[in-house]
């Protein structure tokens, strides 16, 4: 089957600090990929998406490369702020399917 | 702003009650799905309606049900409340009937007790 799943949270780290969240997938198909992010009682929001190998989607100074060799989609930022503190959603969607298959979500805490 | 919005923000009821969840999608999204947030199962998808019908089936125990009306809008019923009910409970919206780009509300939380 289908299947996202995520490094294990939560994460905490200084402002300024560089991140990276983990996401490997495995899918029947092929799948485009997302990050969303949900901030502090709010809904989910798109982040950034990936549609075929080798593209990188970026947002805000994230960025994520869509690695097919390796099955995997890293968040990454180089330097991390307060407001980022949030839970990240790594998703996928196979082509023509109707539902999104979210990981298990991270937990990320920036400390000033 | 993502354009769903879901009534009420707040739902505290009973075990073994029965409550519904509303949902009004994006203006022009005809699909409209339905997730169960909690702290153990992350984030599970439960139905999907597009267009008024029914389109695709997750995780979603038999004592819910959903309906889409003509207007769009979406009502998620549960039923016979238990205490492992207790969620988040989002709805999002997109488009067409493929799942992308999903528009998520700001959920509504399910409190029983």
């Known amino acids: 089957g289908n299947s996202v799943t995520q490094m294990e949270g939560p994460v905490t780290l200084s402002e300024e600090a560089f991140l990276t969240i983990n996401c490997t997938y495995t899918?029947?198909?092929?799948?485009?990929l997302f990050w969303y992010v949900q901030y502090p009682g709010e809904g989910l929001q798109l982040l950034l998406k990936a549609t075929k190998a080798d593209d990188k989607g970026s947002n805000k100074g994230f960025e994520a490369t869509y690695r097919k060799e390796t099955t995997s989609f890293h968040l990454e930022k180089g330097s991390v702020q307060v407001s980022d503190s949030a839970v990240y959603f790594c998703a996928l969607i196979i082509q023509g399917a109707q539902k999104l298959v979210f990981g298990q979500g991270t937990r990320l805490t920036i400390n000033p | 702003d993502s354009g769903v919005t879901q009534t009420p923000k707040h739902l505290i009821t009973a075990t073994g009650q029965r409550v519904t969840l509303r949902c009004s999608p994006r203006?022009?999204?005809?699909?409209v799905y339905w997730y169960q947030q909690s702290l153990d199962q992350g984030l599970q998808f439960l139905i999907q309606?597009?267009?008024?019908?029914?389109?695709a089936k997750g995780n979603i125990l038999e004592r819910f049900s959903a309906q889409q009306f003509p207007d769009l809008h979406s009502e998620l019923n549960l039923s016979s409340l238990e205490l492992g009910d207790s969620a988040l409970y989002f709805c999002?919206?997109?488009?067409?009937?493929?799942?992308?780009?999903?528009?998520f509300g700001n959920g509504t939380r399910l409190t029983v007790t």
């Open positions: 999002a919206s997109s488009p067409g009937a493929t799942g992308s780009p999903l528009h």
């Open positions: 899918a029947t198909g092929y799948p485009s």
């Open positions: 309606y597009y267009n008024g019908e029914e389109r």
């Open positions: 203006s022009g999204d005809l699909s």
